[in-house]
């Protein structure tokens, strides 16, 4: 997904799961988050709507980083939607912080209305 008047993309993975890579899947992703080095701080929001079996997880990363906000989305029996937002620029949050607002208003309504094709 691509924001070129705001030098922003989503970067998004999808990956087909099982009972026996989704430990695995799930844990890269995680740590993908996590291994941001001038991050001070992660906030993990999660997602829940059972009735689309649509479960996900929202990494919110404070600093000046390369990705600050980061989610996951899955049904936990087939699929694995992964997104990373990225900006072509020095990450500097306080540069960034309306563009990031308005990108993170994006992502929650894309995450509320995420829905499986099966």
């Keep these: 997904m691509n924001y070129p008047q705001l030098g922003a993309q ?5 990956f087909s799961i099982n009972k026996e890579n989704f430990r695995t899947i799930a844990e890269e992703s995680r740590r993908l988050a996590y291994v941001q080095i001038k991050a001070y701080g992660i ?4 997602f829940d709507n059972p009735s689309h079996n649509v479960y996900g997880i929202v990494y919110e990363v404070e ?4 990705s600050p906000l980061q989610f996951v989305l899955t049904d936990s029996v087939r699929s694995f939607f992964r997104g990373a937002l990225y ?8 540069s960034i912080a309306p563009v990031l607002t308005y990108i993170d208003n994006d992502i929650q309504m894309l ?5 499986w094709e099966r």
Excluded: H, M, Q
Excluded at 63 to 66: E, M, S
Excluded at 87 to 94: L, V
Excluded at 111 to 115: A, L, N, P, Y
């Design 63 to 66: 600093g000046n980083v390369a």
């Design 43 to 46: 906030r993990e929001c999660t």
């Design 10 to 14: 989503i970067y998004c993975t999808y």
């Design 87 to 94: 900006f072509n620029a020095d990450p500097n949050r306080d």
């Design 111 to 115: 995450i509320e209305s995420f829905r």
